[in-house]
Structure formats: C-alpha cells, structure tokens
C-alpha cells in the first residue's frame, strides 16, 4: 500500500529488555538503487530491524548540444607589443 512506504517506528519490542522501547535508526550502507537504515534500541542498543529505502530511478539525460559538439578553443592571441622608448639622436 502506498500510505505505508514510509512508515518508520518510533518503538519496537527488545527482546533483551522484554519490553516495547523506543528505536533510533541508523544509516548503515548507501547502494546505487537504495538505501539501508537499521533500528537500535535507545536503551540498550540491541539491533531491533532493518528498513530499505527504495532511491528513485535515475533518468538517463541526454548531453547537451553545446558538449556533444565541442568547438575547438580560439588560437590565443599574443599580448600587443609595446611601443619602444624613442632613443637619443646620436651625435
């Protein structure tokens, strides 16, 4: 069902305390089509379960023009030569 893809627990039960306790959820491992979250108590840390987050496909995105036909870069242009200082007549 849709209304229940992202459901996250707030408390599970611990077998180590024999009760229902509050969980934290840790980011455990990043994969190219989801992502891993496991619950541990916020008492004793026991590991309680697992979620997998489902990532959204990735689109296939054409390159733009610009890059596909790539234009050579101008020829780069030597600085203009500066005038030379007018020497002394020679006597």
């Not at 599970?12 to 980011?27: D, F, H, I, N, T």
């Not at 379960?49 to 030597?78: I, L």
Request: aromatic content about 4%.
């Amino acid at each position: 069902m849709k209304q229940f893809e992202d459901l996250r627990a707030s408390e599970l039960y611990c077998p180590r305390c024999k009760s229902a306790q509050p969980v934290r959820e840790k980011l455990l491992l990043v994969l190219p089509h989801a992502e891993l979250h496991d619950y541990r108590c916020a008492r004793c840390g026991e590991s309680l379960g697992s979620r997998e987050v489902m990532a959204p496909p990735v689109m296939a995105r054409p390159a733009p023009a610009a890059q596909q036909a790539r234009r050579p870069a101008p020829a780069q242009r030597a600085a203009p030569a500066r005038p030379r200082a007018a020497l002394p007549p020679r006597s």
